[in-house]
C-alpha cells in the first residue's frame, strides 16, 4: 500500500478500533488458482497472539479452506469512512482556484497467517461471540440456545472456521493532512451537510 508519511497510521489501539469498528473485511489469499478474495465479518481478539487474532467463519463449500496450505500467509483488508471530496468545498479554491477533487478514506491491513478449523467446540465459540457482539443492541437479543439443537448442528456442519493470526497491522488515513486547515474544516462542513457523518468527523478526529 503506498503510504506517504502524512497519511500513515502508526497507533495500534486506533488501528483496532477500526477494525472493531468495521468488521467487515476482505480476505486476499493467494492459491493454487491465483489470487482470490473473500468479504467476511471478523471478530477481534484483540489478546490473543502477538498482536491479535480474527476469527470468522466460511461455509464449507467454500473452497478456501482446502485450496490453502496450514499457516498461508493472508491479507485481510477493513475499511472505514470514505468519501468523494469536491474541491468546491475548499474556501481556498475561490482564491487561486488551484485545487483538485480527491476521495478520503480510512483503512487497515492486517497481514497474518490462515489457519483453519473444522471442530465444533471452536465453531460455537467463534459463532456465540460473533451473534453476541452484533445483538447486543438489539431489544431481544438472539442467541444459538433460541435455535433448535438439531437446527444448530445442522448448520454448524456446513462452515468451517477461520482463524488469521496477526503479524502485522498498517493504517492509514487519508482525511485531508496535506491541505491547509481552512479548506479541511469547509470539507468537514459540507459532508455534515450531505449526511456523511462518519467521514467528516473521521477528519475532525484528524485535525491537528
Same mark, same amino acid.
Given at each position: 500500500m503506498y503510504l506517504p508519511t502524512h497519511f500513515a497510521e502508526p497507533r495500534q489501539d486506533e488501528l483496532l478500533r477500526l477494525i472493531q469498528a468495521h468488521p467487515l473485511g476482505t480476505l486476499v489469499s493467494h492459491g493454487a488458482d491465483g489470487l482470490d478474495a473473500n468479504h467476511l465479518p471478523f471478530l477481534l481478539d484483540a489478546q490473543a497472539g502477538e498482536a491479535g487474532t480474527l476469527l470468522a467463519h466460511v461455509a464449507r463449500a467454500n473452497p478456501l479452506w482446502q485450496t490453502l496450505t496450514e499457516g498461508a500467509p493472508v491479507l485481510v483488508?477493513? $475499511?472505514g469512512p470514505q468519501g468523494y471530496i469536491s474541491p468546491s468545498w475548499y474556501p481556498g479554491k475561490q482564491d487561486a482556484h488551484r485545487r483538485v477533487p480527491t476521495w478520503n478514506y480510512e483503512v487497515v491491513h492486517a497481514h497474518g497467517t490462515l489457519h483453519v478449523h473444522e471442530d465444533e467446540k471452536f465453531l460455537r465459540r467463534v459463532l456465540a461471540l460473533l451473534t =453476541?457482539? $452484533?445483538e447486543a443492541a438489539e431489544p431481544q437479543p438472539w442467541k444459538m440456545g433460541d435455535a433448535p439443537a438439531d437446527y444448530l448442528a445442522e448448520q454448524l456442519q456446513r462452515i468451517v472456521g477461520i482463524e488469521v493470526r496477526i503479524t502485522r497491522l498498517v493504517g492509514k488515513r487519508k482525511?485531508?493532512?496535506? $491541505? @491547509?486547515l481552512r479548506? =479541511? @474544516?469547509g470539507a468537514i462542513q459540507a459532508l455534515d451537510a450531505r449526511g456523511q457523518s462518519p467521514l467528516a468527523q473521521a477528519m475532525r478526529d484528524a485535525l491537528p
Open positions: 483488508v477493513f $475499511h =453476541r457482539t $452484533h482525511l485531508g493532512q496535506n $491541505h @491547509e479548506d =479541511r @474544516e
